[in-house]
T-cell receptor, first 111, second 113 residues
């Protein structure tokens, strides 16, 4: 069964450093998303991506964040200068048949 | 704007007992509604979804949910809890296919032997 994959599973970084979180959505899906979940809190929408551009973004998704589909398979989330409060689980998702399929997540720890 | 409220951040049931996890939503358009389950250190797995077809939706692992427009609810039930059901459950709403999901705060289900 096809699935969304994410790498790395855990990323530790120093405050102020740039990080890139990688996702491989399911191959025939057209909509891609990033969500985050701060420990103990609800899952929050960050951004959606369709036809090689951002279709919707939340207030969280400020200038420090960017997304890219550099090739036909990868979908990346970049945080330019990480802050302590960026520590969270980041989930990638892609949509097919009215359902969003989620990846296993990347746990980002900012020290 | 859409929102989801899950009543009860923690629910504890005995094995074999009925599971009822509550979800109320707010949406200005006909909603798409979802229940996801999250096991420790894992991602989100879809249990079931409502997309304007039958109001009683059956999902995986014996779970089902009923869409009640008049009550703006989409409660999740399972007749008999199993130890393996212990997890975090999230209700979510969307205003269409391919659109962002808005999640509730989650309910941690604990199952006692």
């Amino acid at each position: 069964e096809p699935e969304v994959t994410q790498t790395p599973s855990h990323q530790v970084t120093q405050m102020g450093q740039e990080v890139i979180l990688r996702c491989v959505p399911i191959s025939n899906h057209l909509y891609f998303y990033w969500y985050r979940q701060i420990l103990g809190q609800k899952v929050e929408f960050l951004v959606s991506f369709y036809n090689n551009e951002i279709s919707e973004k939340s207030e969280i998704f400020d200038d420090q964040f960017s997304v890219e589909r550099p090739d036909g398979s990868n979908f990346t989330l970049k945080i330019r200068s990480t802050k302590l409060e960026d520590s969270a689980m980041y989930f990638c998702a892609s949509t097919g048949q009215n359902e969003q399929f989620f990846g296993p997540g990347t746990r980002l720890t900012v020290l | 704007a859409q929102s989801v409220t899950q009543l009860g951040s923690h629910v504890s049931v005995s094995e074999g007992a009925l599971v009822l996890l509550r979800c109320n939503y707010s949406s200005s358009v006909p909603p798409y509604l979802f229940w996801y389950v999250q096991y420790p250190n894992q991602g989100l797995q879809l249990l079931l979804k409502y997309t304007s077809a039958a109001t009683l939706v059956k999902g995986i692992n014996g779970f089902e949910a009923e869409f009640k427009k008049s009550e703006t609810s989409f409660h999740l039930t399972k007749p008999s809890a199993h130890m393996s059901d212990a997890a975090e459950y999230f209700c979510a709403v969307s205003d269409g296919a391919g659109n962002m999901l808005t999640f509730g705060g989650g309910t941690r289900l604990m199952v006692k032997p």
